[in-house]
Every structure is written in C-alpha cells, then in structure tokens.
C-alpha cells in the first residue's frame, strides 16, 4: 500500500539560509499534518491543510510558511534558518472523514550548521 | 487544556520481562482518540494502536496489550515477554474530538531491553 512520502530525507543547510520540505500523501488523502521534533522532545504539531486550506495551526515560527496544493501535496518552506531548528520534520496525512487512516511519512531529518 | 503525560521517562528491562508503559491524558473533549507510536532509534514513528473515546475494550495484538480507563483517564501499554528488538521511545498521543485531528504527544518514555 502507498504511504507518506516526504522528501529529502536529510537535508544539511547553513544558518541562515532557506530549506523547502516535501509531502506527498496518501492517495486520496486530503489532509496534510506537519510535527517538528527537536532532539529527545516528541513531535510538536506546526500546521495542518484540508482540501488546500490551513485548517490549524499550532506553533509554527513566523519564519516557516507551508501551502497544500492541487495535487494535495504539501511544502513546508523554511527561512532564515537557525540551530534550534536542527529536528525530524514529520508529515502525516488523513482522510478528513476518516481518522483511522492517519498515516505518517518517515520524515525529513534536517540539520542546520 | 489537553494534555498527555509519561510520566516514565525511562525504562530498563531485562529481555522476557512484562513491562507496563504508562500514559495519562487531560480532556474536556467527550469525543476523543488516543494512540500509541512506536520510535525506534531509525526515527520513524510506527503506528501501534489507535482508540476511540467511546470504545473502552481492552486490546491484546500478540506480546502487546492495552489498558483504557476513562475513570482514571489513562491508556497503558504492556509488552509482555520483552525483547531486545521493542528498545524504542514509545509515545502516547491525543487527538481532540474536534474535526483538526491534530496530535498532542507525550513526552515519551524510552524502553531499553537488555539481553
């Protein structure tokens, strides 16, 4: 069965500078999760779209932005990059009449230096 | 507010040891659900068991079995007859009854079997 796919798996960047995340989901999921897990913390919800709209939103940094598009993908864009945002970036994605099909990628591992 | 705690931030088992992970959850949602993931130290989260609030069976999926009390507003997880290969940080998480289905997580509780 198709599951999450993010990419890059890894990803190394320098301060300062911007990194883009992707998420493919689920086929015919229309709904997009993003988590932030910091070194030994657990995953911390950012944002979430349905059907190409912010649809929540948690404690994402003004200095991230992410879009769901036509094709239900999703794109979590990061700038001005700093250490603290060294972390597993994780989607998951859902059918929104269905959360028994909540499903995570294997996540994007990006380290800033 | 809703919240998960664990309070086990680390656990040492020797290898065939039953052990209990324990989680507890705040809500003032009726309607909720609740999991449990799996971190191996390869990072991804594997998905062990969802439940609803409404559905207060206790769940046994071979050496694994689950504990939901609404009474006390907790939802354990034991590993019966350990092995080294469940060394993982296990989590627990919230979804609010709302239609977000965002997770909150718990803080995790790393379980290390020994040989």
């Known amino acids: 069965a198709a599951g999450v796919i993010q990419s890059p798996r890894h990803l190394i960047k320098e301060k300062r500078e911007t990194a883009t995340l992707k998420c493919y989901p689920i086929p015919r999921h229309d709904t997009v999760y993003w988590y932030q897990q910091g070194p030994g913390q657990d995953p911390q919800f950012l944002i979430s779209?349905?059907?190409?709209?912010?649809?929540d939103k948690g404690s994402i940094p003004d200095r991230f932005s992410a879009q769901q598009f036509s094709d239900y993908h999703s794109e979590l864009n990061m700038s001005s990059l700093e250490l603290g945002d060294s972390a597993l970036y994780f989607c998951?994605?859902?059918?929104?009449?269905?959360?028994?099909?909540?499903?995570f990628g294997s996540g994007t591992r990006l380290t800033v230096v | 507010a809703q919240k998960v705690t664990q309070a086990q931030t680390e656990i040492s088992v020797v290898e065939k040891e039953d052990v209990t992970l324990d989680c507890v959850y705040e809500t003032r949602d009726t309607t909720y659900y609740l999991f449990w993931y799996k971190q191996p130290p390869s990072g991804e989260l594997v998905f062990l068991i969802r439940?609803?609030?409404?559905?207060?069976q206790n769940e046994i999926s071979g050496r694994y079995s689950w504990n939901f009390q609404k009474s006390t507003s907790s939802f354990n997880f034991t590993i019966t007859a350990s092995q080294v290969v469940d060394s993982a940080v296990y989590f627990c998480a919230l979804s609010p009854g709302d239609s977000s289905y965002k997770l909150i997580f718990g803080s995790g509780t790393r379980l290390l079997v020994r040989p």
């Open positions: 998951a994605s859902s059918s929104d009449s269905n959360i028994y099909g909540y499903t």
């Open positions: 439940r609803n609030s409404f559905d207060e």
């Open positions: 779209f349905y059907e190409k709209m912010q649809s």
